[in-house]
């Protein structure tokens, strides 16, 4: 169709990928080429062409879901090119609209299986330039969690794809009712993968660690709410002595019969776990406002220094999960001291890890961080 003929996928997009090995016997380049064909015009031979559409577009999918698994075809990364991820979410775009066109070919009100038959055939279109713009990607300089998250959202898109052709099929084949209350259930799915697929080529790798720092810090804020109500519980005498001040009902229960009751010892810990993590917060925060500013190329060292910080918000929020679950569940103090020594340790590596900007040149801001180390100890 014209509109995949007139994306530019760049120098970098031509055959050098692993799409150059198809040939005119290829099963995977076979799948393309019949679904230019014309479509019978009779109501049964539209339905086997339907049938026998659904079938190539299977092979086609899962042929495109192992070229996702498989390595790259180089492994010298060249120049990060902003073109290629324009060029997929371009991509991403053009079978948005197909989406929609395809899904209003089986509408209550009006329905035509041979124009459903065209709009699925326009719709797998773009799936071989995608599929080689992600392969561009691969082979270029970004970031591994960056290439991970484009190819886990590709991956979404092939998938509801898959069940969202084979439902297209079936309703306009009579195998279910256009008026049935699930029909085009999948539809929005695949906007909504289609869209994710879009927003994160185009928010590129900054927009990925910022919904990465966002994500650890709405749960750090749970996690020092949680300690917080250990480090702040009131113990039974306490509450009695409230209870007797305020003048309430003798009658009234003072803890629960199954509420934990915690040690004097036990909230020492929590409070000064709680003080831990609200200065882990403060270095979120300023990580988020001044040092995720990102235009690339992204060389080795900028490669890794932004991997660095990844896994580590990563592993971070997970040991304060576990950190948390285990004052709440009173499990082996020794076994936590170690959780918050490792805790200490992986903070204090991020705060190292971003006392300069990325760009390694100081801006003013290193005696904040320097401060925020001295004081996570």
């Not at 007139?6 to 799948?31: H, M, Q, R, V």
């Not at 393309?32 to 659904?54: D, F, I, W």
């Not at 799915?189 to 928010?203: A, F, T």
Request: net charge negative; glycine share 4%; charged share 25%.
């Amino acid at each position: 169709m014209n509109e995949i003929s007139t994306l530019n996928l760049g120098p970098s997009s031509k055959p050098p990928i692993l799409f150059e090995d198809f040939d005119s016997t290829s099963t995977n380049l076979s799948l393309s080429n019949s679904m230019t064909s014309q479509p019978p015009s009779s109501s049964e031979s539209v339905g086997q062409a339907l049938k026998a559409l659904r079938s190539q577009s299977t092979e086609l999918l899962q042929t495109c879901k192992a070229l996702l698994h498989s390595p790259p075809t180089q492994t010298t990364p060249s120049s990060s090119n902003p073109e290629t991820l324009q060029d997929i979410a371009k991509l991403a775009t053009l079978i948005h609209s197909h989406t929609v066109r395809t899904a209003l070919t089986c509408g209550t009100t009006a329905s035509n299986p041979t124009v459903s038959h065209n709009c699925l055939k326009s719709l797998h279109e773009p799936i071989l330039p995608l599929m080689a713009a992600y392969q561009v990607v691969r082979a270029e300089e970004y970031p591994t969690f960056f290439v991970k998250s484009v190819g886990h959202s590709l991956e979404r898109v092939l998938d509801t794809m898959g069940v969202f052709v084979g439902e297209i099929v079936e309703i306009a084949s009579g195998g279910t009712s256009v008026e049935s209350a699930e029909r085009l259930r999948y539809s929005g799915m695949m906007l909504e993968c289609c869209d994710d697929l879009k927003g994160i080529v185009d928010k590129g790798v900054e927009g990925i660690l910022k919904k990465k720092l966002n994500e650890t810090i709405s749960m750090l804020k749970d996690a020092t709410e949680e300690v917080s109500e250990v480090a702040q519980q009131e113990t039974k005498d306490e509450q009695e002595d409230e209870r007797l001040v305020n003048d309430e009902d003798d009658q009234e229960e003072v803890l629960e019969d199954d509420e934990v009751e915690y040690s004097a010892t036990e909230k020492e810990f929590a409070k000064r776990v709680q003080k831990q993590l609200h200065l882990l917060s403060l270095l979120y925060k300023a990580i988020s406002k001044r040092r995720l500013s990102l235009t690339g190329p992204y060389d080795s060292s900028l490669r890794t220094k932004l991997e660095s910080i990844h896994d580590l918000l990563s592993l971070l929020a997970s040991l304060v999960d576990e950190l948390v679950s285990g004052i709440v569940a009173q499990e082996d103090a020794m076994k936590l001291e170690l959780l918050d020594v490792e805790l200490l340790q992986e903070a204090r590596k991020l705060g190292e890890s971003v006392r300069l900007p990325l760009s390694g040149n100081g801006d003013g801001k290193e005696e904040w961080f320097d401060a925020w180390l001295q004081r996570m100890v």
